[in-house]
């Protein structure tokens, strides 16, 4: 059974720093590509980074230059690193693989405040 806990979320002002991180269980982790997703109220969910098994990364045009994926793979985790941050960042912010798992963590808040 996959397992996927996200932590790192708070309360930020706007241009400030936060870093996720998801640990990930019941995957071959190391083979898989893996991304962060996030969910603003009232809105579908979104792919925000992707990494692949190489390190390979990609952005939503949103995020791209101020958000950075990584991964590690002995750990099983994967991090994201939020600079700049801006109000519309505000979301739930969720890891899974790509194409995502059908079983989603908890996920872990990130307000930003204007």
């Known amino acids: 059974q996959v397992q996927l806990v996200e932590s790192g979320g708070g309360l930020v002002q706007a241009g400030g720093s936060l870093t996720l991180s998801c640990s990930a269980s019941?995957?071959?982790?190391?083979?898989?590509?893996m991304a962060w997703y996030r969910q603003a109220p009232g809105k579908q969910r979104e792919r925000v980074a992707i990494i692949g098994p190489s390190g390979t990364t990609s952005y939503a045009p949103s995020v791209k230059g101020r958000f950075t994926i990584a991964r590690n793979d002995p750990k099983n985790t994967v991090h994201l690193q939020m600079n700049s941050l801006k109000p519309e960042d505000t979301a739930a912010y969720y890891c899974?693989?790509?194409?995502?798992?059908?079983?989603w963590g908890q996920g872990t808040q990130v307000t930003v405040s204007s």
């Open positions: 019941g995957i071959i982790f190391s083979g898989n590509i």
């Open positions: 899974n693989s790509f194409p995502p798992d059908e079983s």
